[in-house]
Nanobody, 123 residues
């Protein structure tokens, strides 16, 4: 079981940067064993995959949506139970509520979700 809390969102101008954090509190299983993903959602649009980092046997591999490749980096610090999303060269279309989610069994079925943090990029 894991409880997730996102932070780091805010208002930035186009071309700026933000670093989002996903802080986890776990019981029964180490945080390092969870696959963790970042997703975003804008009113009127479907939830969009952003990035993911593997856990446990996945070896810490990462994957990104085509729309953010080259601008966004996902990383994790298991000692601090935290996953980061570094976002650079932000565009107005990046405006959304960003969520982190955890997958205990590394099967891409995310069972645990945070409350989200708002990212707004002004032109």
């Amino acid at each position: 079981q894991v409880h997730l809390v996102e932070s780091g969102g805010g208002l930035v101008q186009a071309g700026g940067s933000l670093r989002l954090s996903c802080s986890a509190s776990t019981s029964g299983r180490a945080f390092s064993g969870y696959m963790v993903g970042w997703f975003r959602q804008t009113p009127g649009k479907e939830r969009e995959f952003v990035a993911v980092v593997s856990g446990g046997g996945g070896g810490g591999l990462t994957n990104y949506a085509d729309s953010v490749k080259g601008r966004i980096t996902i990383s994790r610090d298991n000692a601090k139970n935290t996953v980061f999303l570094q976002m650079n060269s932000l565009k107005p279309e990046d405006t959304a509520v960003y969520y982190c989610a955890a997958d205990r069994f590394s099967n891409t079925h995310f069972d645990y979700w945070g409350q989200g943090t708002q990212v707004t990029v002004s032109p």
